[in-house]
């Protein structure tokens, strides 16, 4: 019997948000968009993932609402709506769940600070110096301990090497 591809048999709001962002490779998708990725080629460059599965995962984060696509001249690029942008507590506390539990003992390959007062965020995605859990807007994230470990030449890698703000685009609108 093959495996389902749906939750439909489910009453449960976690099985309802699987059905969006639950496919492999929408998170990663997602935290380069977080990261300032918004064009087709530098996430397909940085996540070595197909073209196909690509075109998929962002259809569907289009249709849910999660991303929205904005043509501009040749190179239509993908944005995160304000429905995408309420998942990054998800994707920072399970990026912090793999860091403790997945792969304990190794350094982190990116950092998140708080842009306001610079402070690190600690594994719950508080800033220990205000007291706040600042949103992506309010993020610089940068390059960890672990960042060397795995060198990487696409534009996407290089531009993590300097600390950026998160949600910045990679490129500017005008860059071909």
Not at 1 to 20: D, I, K
Not at 23 to 31: N, Q
Not at 104 to 127: K, W
């Given at each position: 019997?093959?495996?389902?591809?749906?939750?439909?048999?489910?009453?449960?709001?976690?099985?309802?948000?699987?059905?969006?962002v639950g496919?492999?490779?929408?998170?990663?998708?997602?935290?380069?968009c977080?990261?300032?990725?918004?064009?087709?080629?530098?996430?397909?460059?940085?996540?070595?993932?197909?073209?196909?599965?690509?075109?998929?995962?962002?259809?569907?984060?289009?249709?849910?609402?999660?991303?929205?696509?904005?043509?501009?001249?040749?190179h239509?690029?993908?944005?995160?709506?304000?429905?995408?942008?309420?998942?990054?507590?998800?994707?920072?506390?399970?990026?912090?769940?793999?860091?403790?539990?997945?792969?304990?003992?190794?350094?982190?390959?990116?950092?998140?600070?708080?842009?306001?007062?610079?402070?690190?965020?600690?594994?719950?995605?508080?800033?220990p110096?205000c007291?706040?859990?600042?949103?992506?807007?309010d993020?610089?994230?940068?390059?960890?301990?672990?960042?060397?470990?795995?060198?990487?030449?696409?534009?996407?890698?290089?531009?993590?090497?300097?600390?950026?703000?998160?949600?910045?685009?990679?490129r500017?609108?005008?860059?071909?």
């Open positions: 019997m093959a495996l389902g591809t749906g939750y439909s048999q489910q009453n449960c709001n976690l099985a309802r948000a699987l059905e969006v496919e492999r490779w929408t998170m990663l998708v997602l935290r380069d977080f990261y300032g990725v918004r064009r087709f080629s530098d996430l397909l460059a940085h996540l070595d993932i197909s073209r196909a599965v690509l075109t998929d995962r962002l259809g569907a984060l289009v249709d849910a609402g999660v991303l929205a696509r904005v043509a501009d001249g040749g239509p690029e993908y944005e995160l709506t304000e429905a995408g942008k309420a998942l990054w507590p998800s994707i920072y506390a399970l990026s912090q769940w793999g860091e403790q539990y997945v792969s304990p003992g190794s350094y982190p390959g990116r950092v998140f600070s708080h842009a306001e007062c610079g402070t690190q965020l600690d594994r719950f995605g508080r800033c110096d007291g706040t859990i600042p949103g992506p807007e993020l610089v994230v940068a390059p960890g301990p672990g960042e060397a470990v795995h060198p990487r030449s696409d534009a996407v890698a290089v531009a993590l090497r300097e600390p950026r703000r998160m949600l910045t685009p990679l500017s609108r005008s860059e071909a």
